[in-house]
Structures are given as C-alpha cells and as structure tokens.
C-alpha cells in the first residue's frame, strides 16, 4: 500500500522578492532533495505554505514539481482543503499532472464530525485513482481523526491507504495502528517522533527536518528498517535539539529561515507569516551550528 518507505520531504515553496514562486530555486531544491537520498517529495503541504497559494498557483507548483522530478522518486501532492468541492478539484488537477499520491489534510476551521470527514474523505477518494494519505494534524485544523474513522475509512474506500499522524498522542497512534490490522499505513508527521512511530508500525515521516538534513532523515529511517535500531535511535536523539528549534514558531516560518542561513536562498515568508524573533532565530542559529549545518 505504501507510496514509499522512508523519510519523504514536506518542501517549502521558495518565493521571489515579491512574493512570486521561485522555480529555479525550487528545481535546485528538488535535485538537492533526491542527490541526498529523501525517499519521496511532498509538495504544496503546510511547510510549502500552501494555505496562500491561489489554486492557480497551487496546480502549477504541483505539475512543476511532477515533471521536473519524473519518476526519480515518488511525488505527492498535497490537495486538502476545509471546502471539499476544492479538494476534489486540486486531486483531480493532481492526478492529471502526474503525481504519486495525495496527501489531503482534514477540513480546517469547519471542525467536521466524525461523520462528516467520512464523507468528505469518500468524496474526494471517490474523484481519483490515485492513493490517498489522510493528514490529521489537529493542532493546526481543529479536527482530530478518530482511530475508528481512520479504520473505517482505510477498509471501506480502496484508495485510501495510508494517515499522516501529527497528533503528539502516541496512544491514539497505536489504537490506530491496532485496530488497523495491517490495512492502512502510517507516516509519522512529527519529526521528534520518527522512531517511536516506526516502532509501532510506521512507514517513515514526511518531514520538515528533511528540508535541511535530508541524508540524516532518510537515515534515521533507512537504519530503522535495516534492523538497526540503536542507530536510528541515536540519530533521532542528535536531531532533537534542531527538531525542537525548527519548530520554536510556527512552521514553516523557523524551516526557511534555516535554508536561508545555509545559504539555499528560498525567499521570503508569506504573510500572515513573519521573520522569526530574535531569541528563537539565536536559538536555531545554535541547533544549525550544532548540527554541522551552518558554521
């Protein structure tokens, strides 16, 4: 079922000066990417700030993206959105571009019932062919995935395989997997978290680490399923200090100030995000240096 196993990179979107997308820095970033080893490319998710994109713009990043990586490793779009009908329309946009996979965050600010995301998951299931992830991040959207749903739908609806899980509950991550038996995959959605979702059955992350430390991710992933696992583990325990500096403010605001730091020269932030306060920029200044990223 698995669109891949590893460590898929949520990109940012790189920005002009004003305020245009970047596709030659993007291109840059996707070669970058895949001659680092990450597994698969996840464009237009939260990192890649796709909550300001028109959906103009949001279907041409997601053909760029298809077109330039062809094939060399899995693309997945991320088409999610709070009006379903919009949902529909980008995965179908998505599908046509040529990706891998979507990956279709709950409805935002709608706060769906249980019921409800059912029927919004079946909707846009039920417009493509393609493999669907289901993003549960109920710190950003208010809506939680219950376990329950999540099963339901991986058994009832056939291209729906696999949930990214960013809740921070590992207890309700290993009812998920319990009750799944097998039937839906999981990717960790937090990269503090890689290890100990993979040891309950995970796949892999799809992470805003391995926007600066892609071989590192893909690492910790790639010991993990060698057999390795005091290694990975030791790798999950080095990236903490930077994990937790990536995430001091809102994501993606602290992930491209970093790429800016080394150097990579993605652009600016859309508003209503902003540059990073001082005390959290010193202190991912630190996490960088410590992690051999910047000197």
């Known amino acids: 079922m698995s669109i891949f196993t590893g460590a898929g990179v949520a990109i940012v979107t790189p920005m002009k000066a004003n305020g245009e997308i970047n596709y030659d820095k993007l291109a840059e970033l996707l070669d970058y990417q895949i001659n680092n080893s990450t597994d698969a490319i996840v464009i237009c998710g939260t990192t890649g700030e796709s909550a300001t994109m028109t959906e103009k713009e949001h279907i041409e990043a ?3 993206t298809a077109d330039y990586v062809k094939k060399r490793v899995p693309v997945v779009a991320g088409t999610g959105s709070n009006c379903t009908k919009t949902a529909v329309e980008l995965s179908k946009e998505a599908q046509a571009a040529g990706v891998d996979g979507c990956l ?8 769906a019932t249980q019921k409800g995301l059912i029927e919004h998951y079946t909707a846009v299931a039920r417009s493509i062919d393609l493999p669907i ?4 991040v109920p710190s950003r959207t208010g809506c939680n995935i219950q376990p329950e749903t999540a099963v339901k739908l991986a058994r009832e609806v056939d291209n729906i395989v696999a949930i ?21 995959d999981m990717y960790s959605g937090e990269d503090g978290l890689i290890v100990p979702l993979m040891s309950i059955g995970a796949k892999g992350v799809i992470s805003v680490l391995s926007n600066v430390a892609p ?10 399923f060698a057999g390795n696992i005091e290694k990975s583990r030791q790798l999950q325990f080095e990236a903490l200090e930077l994990v937790d500096a990536l995430f001091s403010e809102v994501n993606p ?3 491209k100030t970093a790429l800016n730091l ?6 600016p932030l859309r508003m209503p995000l902003c540059e990073m306060e001082e005390a959290n920029l010193n202190k991912l ?3 960088l240096k410590n992690y051999g990223l910047i000197k």
């Open 62 to 64: 997601i053909r760029f």
């Open 104 to 111: 279709v965050v709950t409805p935002y600010y709608n706060k």
């Open 133 to 136: 992830i289901m993003y549960n």
């Open 164 to 184: 990214k899980a960013a809740t921070g509950n590992l207890s309700q991550e290993s009812k998920t997997m319990m009750l799944a038996e097998g039937c839906l």
């Open 215 to 224: 071989k590192q991710t893909h690492d910790i992933c790639a010991e993990f």
């Open 253 to 255: 605001i602290p992930v």
């Open 262 to 267: 080394m150097g990579m020269e993605v652009g």
């Open 285 to 287: 200044k630190t996490a």
